[in-house]
């Protein structure tokens, strides 16, 4: 009853190809980022800043990026993390070797040098397909793990291979407390997120989707494969070096090449997978998901025990953690098996004829 | 020479041990279209149980003959394997029943999350020893022919003798008995294989338990070869390339791949490491795999897919 | 913010349910733990972590508390990654005042590194971390109590010029290290050691995590290196000794850092790494762990198993958790015996801590470490280990202590301490500001 659509004409062709044509989904994006911008700076502790929202949203970032290529795309990759370092990396270099060049210009430039990694390591998709694309991907991981460990020039020539930047402002405001880090982060997501929704749904957006769809077909009627899937590279990789050199830069600090294994890869590609492939909001549920679930079995479990007076070891805290983390990811693909996302539009779809039966 | 016929063979072996690992992959998604990401947490918990039965039943039942006390380890982990395998079929793939691969590789990597707690919970995360009296110390071959022999190392060996036998095996339970036709029918189209009467979940039960069972076996090798401790799953990750060099759905191409790989790996560490400052040997191998998959995109021995419009 | 309310209502009802609920009263003093119980380095951080908790429980039990004031400390997994071990740090941090914060993790260390100066939290990174961090006049929060990995470096290459009569020129010595920031530590000293000392130093990187090592060892059994120092943690080390007798390397000439020589990395291969050593700066238990044994495990109290006290790695955390009650010690003595410190105060306290033999003897640990003195400028303390020998069932002392070189690595400290001070456009600390 409340989400219907009745009542809401169209009268020019700008309102109707808006990017929330209903109403109530509009309110309620501008009411969620008002309140991320303007309510939750004053709710959060220190520790929620610092320890969740940084984190998920620079993931959510990232998660943004792969979906691109994985969601809208259908091309599998687990290479995300070497994204992530390049862009880290290059930001950092930029930021350390050229005097006075701004933050942001920095982050941009971390992706745009990702970016052209992603161009050449998506050229073998166009030759290899589905789980063998996935593990070819993962040549790219391990060989910017060996370079960034190897190559000293990356990291400026420290010694211990390990690369830190501090003292971040951009325009004259500095970015040094949580919550303007937040901000700075959330700002970030706000626009790449518009700029990816945006994306898919254009003509480019369309392309992606009729490749993943059946790319055979989509050649036949004139897409071009190369053009598509190595433009799907390319914005992928942009969006997830920038988030690589966000979380280098704004959440770490300091940070070595392991921050950016193929554990990181994993974990992007099952964000993706889990919050739904092909959808902008599925990368935030996924994110979520898999940030906030593993903080708050850690913190809830042991209060949990003292209430029925077992107190759990901390190897025992982590091992249950894994146990229903494992179990929730089964159960929510039971339940669901296109993500987090789809349930959600089904929850829309049944609001919109709550509270009458039909 | 010499020391380059030795970096081969060291090579060869180190694929064989790769190919064991690869197998258990091989295997899943021949049959079930599934491809497994908890095979290297099913290596680790198959080696744990393993490990923890043979260091139980001599305590416990007083048996001290190390080839007794080690095959009833073996045969204990094996059971618990099976169980395992039935547990994922009734509780998992029972309920994912021809969904998207996307969708069944995620519920194996929470799967693979759930066994390492629930291995590390059951068993313990300290090294434990598996001795099933390898022999350890090198052995020195052709001595007269180069200086100071070749190193053969007698383990690896072994344990390549081991990896041949499986794959013998499996090869001929795929091709000539009936479960094995079962198994790849349901591995072209679940629905159809169903529809003409092939018990879906007795055939998955099957296909883990065998998968299972190779697991147990890699890791004992392994596990006898590193000790078993939580990075053992980190095992996969080096069988990867072997099993997309291979084709995901041939058994003798995870031995081949695994050949080609152990080779590339060794002789490009040794010879090409040094003058990059070496630790080159897993993206190397990954790249060789990208390599081969540019000329042959479903690896050396894999089904060709076909696209039909 | 759902979540936060949870865990606030979880708690409320916990602590009406059972008034005996632990939680951090004013008058207690809060040591943070960021162990790794689980993961790839479990076997060697569990040690570690039991080390560190049964010396704080005696400190409560037998001493009732640091000068009456009791002991309170949470545990939280790192497991050994990055991001987790910042996510207890900043959950723990909130807990008290002062919070000394010991990762036992070179990455985990780095991040800190850059957050507790912020936060006002001192950092023991003993035996680990960065090693120019010995210089307290640029890291004024970081303390690599008892050797840095430079001094390490620096003491197995004194121990191996005395056994070559002095003369190591000619000869090769490889390094097998862990490929990441711990592993690379040591490469500069050694370098300039290589220099100094003309042999020919071969760096073989091993890929976390280490566990085929086949084409090391090849090259190894190629090159024929007089000594081979072994540098890594976890399933490496292992895997590093099962290498070395799969190709007959003699392991009497591999020399491991004092992470790559305790129980875990010997145990499962057992007679076959019969005479492999490693640096150890910890000696015999003596009366502390008596101690430990009765007021701890005797009631019941231990945090690990009973014949783990007294190992290696037990010890080091032992001795890691009595140079934080120590620096808290000597804070109170300036600030308030019996109040409860915070981080400025136990800062001071760490930096201004002398343990002499004497003191030590009274603490019960006169056996089992060596005296230390810090200052401004040093907050490494000591700098001394020595050589244990595994013979196939237990670590043998087969040397004396031996003390890192300062005239090779005081200018190493001052060019990286200096370098980072730059790069983060910091300055020196002052005199003035030392005497504070």
Not at chain 1, 110 to 133: D, E, M
Not at chain 1, 295 to 322: F, R
Not at chain 3, 56 to 80: F, P, Q
Not at chain 3, 375 to 381: K, Q, Y
């Amino acid at each position: 009853m409340f989400y219907r659509e009745n009542g809401q004409f169209k009268t020019t062709y700008r309102s109707d190809q808006q990017i929330f044509p209903i109403a109530q989904d509009r309110w309620g994006v501008l009411l969620i980022v008002a309140f991320a911008f303007l309510g939750v700076p004053f709710l959060a502790d220190e520790y929620m800043f610092r320890a969740i929202l940084i984190p998920f949203l620079i993931l959510a970032l990232a998660a943004l990026g792969v979906n691109i290529l994985v969601g809208y795309c259908g091309q599998i990759s687990l290479g995300s993390g070497a994204f992530m370092a390049v862009g880290a990396y290059a930001a950092y270099n930029f930021f350390v070797r050229v005097e006075g060049m701004p933050l942001i210009a920095c982050l941009l430039m971390g992706g745009v040098f990702a970016t052209l990694l992603g161009i050449f390591f998506g050229i073998p998709s166009l030759r290899v397909k589905g789980l063998y694309l996935a593990v070819a991907t993962l040549a790219a991981q391990f060989f910017c793990d060996w370079a960034f460990l190897r190559i000293k020039w990356f990291t400026n020539d420290s010694a211990s291979g390990t690369a830190s930047v501090s003292d971040l402002s951009v325009m004259g405001l500095a970015i040094q407390t949580p919550l303007q880090k937040y901000l700075f982060c959330l700002a970030f997501l706000v626009v790449f997120g518009l700029l990816a929704k945006n994306l898919v749904r254009s003509a480019i957006g369309r392309e992606w989707m009729a490749i993943r769809d059946m790319d055979v077909a989509a050649a036949v009627i004139g897409i071009r494969p190369m053009y598509a899937k190595l433009s799907a590279f390319a914005v992928s990789s942009f969006i997830v070096g920038v988030a690589g050199a966000l979380w280098a830069f704004v959440h770490l600090g300091s940070w070595e090449p392991a921050a950016f294994s193929v554990s990181r890869s994993f974990q992007l590609l099952f964000m993706v997978i889990l919050g739904g492939m092909g959808s902008i909001m599925g990368s935030f549920f996924g994110a979520a998901f898999i940030v906030v679930l593993p903080i708050a079995i850690n913190i809830v479990l042991p209060e949990l025990g003292q209430w029925v007076g077992i107190t759990v070891s901390t190897a025992a805290l982590t091992h249950t953690e894994q146990i229903i983390f494992g179990a929730l990811i089964v159960w929510f693909l039971i339940v669901e098996p296109h993500g987090l996302a789809r349930l959600w539009s089904v929850g829309k779809q049944k609001l919109r004829l709550w509270p009458f039966p039909h | 020479m010499g020391f380059f016929l030795e970096t081969l063979i060291g090579g060869l072996m180190a694929g064989m041990l790769y190919s064991l690992v690869a197998l258990g992959f091989v295997l899943i998604f021949k049959a079930s279209g599934v491809f497994n990401f908890a095979q290297g947490a099913m290596v680790l918990f198959a080696a744990l149980a393993m490990a923890r039965f043979a260091e139980w039943v001599p305590e416990y039942a007083g048996i001290t003959n190390p080839v007794l006390f080690n095959l009833i380890a073996f045969a204990l982990a094996a059971v618990v394997m099976f169980v395992v395998a039935w547990l994922v079929e009734y509780l998992v793939l029972k309920h994912l029943v021809n969904q998207e691969g996307t969708t069944l590789l995620m519920a194996t990597l929470g799967i693979t999350y759930f066994l390492d707690g629930v291995g590390q919970t059951i068993f313990g995360s300290d090294i434990y020893k598996i001795d099933v009296g390898m022999p350890k110390e090198p052995l020195m071959a052709f001595q007269s022919v180069f200086e100071g022999g070749l190193l053969i190392s007698q383990e690896d060996l072994v344990a390549a003798a081991i990896a041949a036998c499986l794959v013998a095996g499996l090869s001929l339970f795929f091709q000539k008995t009936s479960t094995g036709r079962a198994l790849r029918a349901v591995a072209d189209d679940h629905q159809a294989a169903q529809s003409i009467g092939i018990p879906l979940d007795r055939i998955w039960v099957i296909v883990w338990c065998v998968a299972g069972v190779v697991a147990l076996v890699a890791g004992m090798i392994w596990g006898s070869k590193l000790g078993v401790q939580f990075s053992l799953s980190e095992v996969a990750l080096r069988a990867l390339p072997v099993v997309i060099l291979g084709g995901l759905t041939s058994v003798p191409g995870a031995i081949i791949g695994g050949l080609i790989i152990g080779v590339g790996e060794k002789l490009s560490e040794v010879f090409l490491g040094p003058y990059v400052g070496g630790g080159i040997e897993i993206w190397f191998a990954y790249v060789l795999a990208l390599v081969f998959l540019l000329f042959r995109p479903q690896g050396l021995f894999g089904e060709k897919i076909i696209d039909r419009v | 913010m759902k979540l936060h309310h949870l865990v606030m209502a979880t708690t409320l009802a916990a602590a009406t349910l059972l008034p005996s609920v632990a939680s951090a009263q004013a008058k207690e003093q809060f040591f943070p733990v960021l162990p790794y119980r689980t993961g790839a380095y479990a076997p060697n951080g569990v040690p570690w972590a039991n080390g560190y908790a049964d010396y704080l429980k005696l400190i409560n039990a037998r001493d009732g508390g640091i000068n009456g004031v009791k002991i309170s400390m949470e545990e939280c997994d790192t497991a050994y990654a990055t991001d987790r071990g910042v996510e207890c740090y900043e959950r723990l941090k909130g807990k008290a005042q002062g919070a000394i914060f010991q990762p036992l993790s070179t990455g985990i260390t780095f991040a800190l590194t850059e957050k507790a100066p912020g936060d006002k939290n001192p950092l023991i990174t003993g035996g680990y971390g960065r090693s120019e961090s010995s210089d307290g006049g640029v890291f004024k929060w970081n303390f690599p109590l008892m050797g840095t990995y430079w001094s390490g470096a620096d003491i197995i290459m004194q121990h191996l010029t005395k056994k070559e009569g002095g003369n190591l020129k000619g000869k090769k010595i490889a390094l097998v290290y862990h490929d990441s920031p711990y592993g690379k530590e040591p490469i500069p000293l050694l370098q300039e050691r290589a220099k100094m000392q003309g042999f020919d130093l071969s760096l073989l990187p091993v890929t976390a995590p280490g566990v085929e090592q086949k084409a090391t060892w090849l090259q190894i059994r190629q090159q024929r290196p007089d000594y081979v120092l072994l540098w890594g943690w976890g399933v490496m080390n292992s895997a590093s000794l099962k290498e070395a007798v799969a190709t007959g390397y003699p392991r009497e000439k591999m020399y491991g850092v004092w992470w790559s020589a305790a129980e875990p990395d010997v145990k499962d291969v057992g007679e076959a790494a019969k005479g492999y050593n490693g640096l150890v700066v910890t000696g015999e238990g003596g009366k502390v762990i008596a101690d430990i044994k009765t007021h701890v495990h005797g009631k019941k109290q231990g945090t690990g198993p009973l014949d783990e006290v007294g190992t290696t790695l037990y010890n080091r955390g032992l001795v890691s958790a009595a140079l934080a009650v120590e620096g808290v010690r000597q804070a109170q003595s300036r600030y308030g015996k019996g109040k409860v410190m915070n981080g400025e105060q136990i800062r001071w306290g760490l930096e201004n801590l002398t343990l002499d033999q004497k003191a030590l003897e009274k603490l019960g640990l006169g056996t089992i470490m060596k005296p230390i003195s810090t200052s401004c400028l040093d907050h490494e303390g000591s700098r001394s280990a020595r050589v244990h020998t595994w013979d196939g069932k237990k670590w043998n002392l087969t040397s004396d202590w031996i003390e890192a070189d300062d005239s090779i690595i005081k200018p190493l400290v001052k060019q990286y301490a200096d370098k980072y001070a730059a790069e983060k456009k910091l300055t020196r600390r002052t005199p003035a500001d030392c005497q504070s």
